[in-house]
């Protein structure tokens, strides 16, 4: 659904950086000119030892320096290989993959809006289009697992958060603050990377009011389009349709979707 898109094939990257973010997430730097082409909502699909690859979105993309970020929370046995991978180690990487976000309309207000692990892809595209200076939104579980903020916020862009505990910013999800942004900002753009029931609820919001791209982070498999492990339902010219989200996405409209 967006514009250009890089794909290559299998990577041989180098880690050369390695970070405890927050409790129980880590964010790998790796150095690869091929996945530095990636566009914002594009992923990596990595391997990982006598397991299927597993998906992680790019937390930055640095084309000028040839580098990439992995931010990921570790959640099973996959992701707790990869962060107890060290700087000096290599990953057998297939990417960049999948279709990332369409870039905003310079001209029309935008608005990031992201959930948990679904916060690194979106600060990739504020990252790269940051001239025309997004409102940031962005929700976690508590205070120990907000994500970026600081990254943003030196970004120049203002952040605003919400817990769902009220440990940290606005007690509550994203959707209160996002409902005033739509309030205050017509024909506005919302990009948006969190979990299925958000996203859902975003995608509600938005209706009739905002034009929303939503990455979703289901599920995968293959990550090419054969095993069909991830489709989701989607509204067809006719009738419904089933949508690969690693090849068709993982970013949609999210009108394009049936939540
Ligand atoms: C396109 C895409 C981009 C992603 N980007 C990121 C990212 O930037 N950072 C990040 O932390 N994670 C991201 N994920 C999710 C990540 O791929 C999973 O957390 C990971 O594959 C889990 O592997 P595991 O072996 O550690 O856990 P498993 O042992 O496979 O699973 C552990 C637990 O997590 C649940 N789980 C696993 N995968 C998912 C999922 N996709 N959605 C919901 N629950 C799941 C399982 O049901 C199980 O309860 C992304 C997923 C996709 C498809
Ligand atoms: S993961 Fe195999 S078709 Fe999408």
């Given at each position: 659904m967006a514009g250009q898109q890089f794909h290559d094939g299998q990577v041989d990257a180098r880690i050369v950086r390695r970070e405890e973010v927050a409790r129980d997430h880590v964010e790998l730097i790796l150095e690869s000119p091929a996945l530095a082409r990636a566009v914002p909502g594009q992923f990596a699909h990595i391997l990982t030892p006598g397991m299927l690859r597993r998906p992680v979105s790019f937390s930055r993309i640095e084309p000028d320096s040839g580098r990439v970020g992995l931010l990921f929370q570790v959640v099973g046995e996959g992701t707790a290989w990869l962060a107890n991978c060290q700087e000096g180690e290599r990953l057998d990487i297939l990417g960049p993959l999948g279709h990332g976000f369409a870039p905003p309309d310079p001209s029309r207000p935008w608005c990031l809006v992201g959930g948990g692990v679904g916060i690194p892809p979106l600060y990739s595209a504020a990252a790269q289009w940051r001239e025309s200076a997004p409102d940031v939104i962005i929700g976690a579980r508590t205070r120990e697992w907000v994500l970026m903020q600081k990254d943003?916020?030196?970004?120049?862009?203002?952040?605003?958060?919400?817990?769902?505990?009220?440990?940290?910013?606005?007690?509550?999800?994203?959707i209160g603050p996002l409902q005033e942004w739509l309030e205050g900002h017509a024909d506005g753009q919302v990009f948006s990377c969190g979990p299925t029931p958000m996203l859902a609820a975003v995608a509600?919001?938005?209706?009739?009011?905002?034009?929303?791209?939503?990455?979703l982070e289901q599920r995968m498999g293959c990550g090419i389009g054969a095993c069909l492990a991830c489709v989701v339902p989607a509204r067809g010219q006719t009738q419904m349709e089933y949508r690969r989200v690693c090849t068709e996405g993982p970013v949609f409209l999210a009108e394009e979707l049936i939540w």
């Open positions: 943003f916020e030196q970004l120049g862009l203002g952040v605003r958060v919400t817990t769902d505990d009220g440990s940290w910013g606005q007690a509550g999800t994203v509600s919001a938005c209706r009739g009011r905002a034009a929303a791209q939503v990455a």
